[in-house]
């Protein structure tokens, strides 16, 4: 999906935030996805408030250390919200909004 990331990217259509294991200094210090989304976390917030979707690919861990932030940052925001409570906003979210390509 490179090249349509970066077509969709050129119109505008999307914005494409990578994370480079090998080379972080290319991603502003994210080694992996979910530092990235951390890092960008306050645009992640006002993009999802905006109804933004959300495309991650990669392995299932990758898959569930995205969870994991998403859900860290879900109890943040919200006024006492449970881990049970931001886990079962997060399924709701599944090939809606969050959408994901993960794989063994």
Same mark, same amino acid.
């Given at each position: 999906y490179a090249e349509d990331f970066a077509n969709w990217e050129k119109l505008g259509a999307?914005? @494409? =935030? =990578? *994370? /480079?294991? +090998?080379s972080p200094s290319n991603s502003k210090d994210c080694k992996y996805v979910q530092h990235r989304l951390s890092h960008d976390r306050e645009d992640i917030t006002k &993009?999802?408030? *905006?109804?933004?979707?959300?495309y991650v690919c990669g392995s299932k861990d990758v898959g569930k250390a995205? %969870? %994991? @932030?998403? &859900?860290?940052? @879900?109890q943040e925001a919200g006024n006492n919200v449970t881990p049970e409570k931001a886990k079962e906003w997060f399924d709701k979210q599944r090939n %809606? +909004? /969050? &959408?994901t390509d993960v794989f063994d």
């Open positions: 999307v914005d @494409v =935030r =990578r *994370a /480079y294991s +090998r &993009l999802w408030k *905006a109804g933004a979707k959300i995205v %969870e %994991e @932030v998403f &859900l860290g940052m @879900v %809606e +909004r /969050y &959408l």
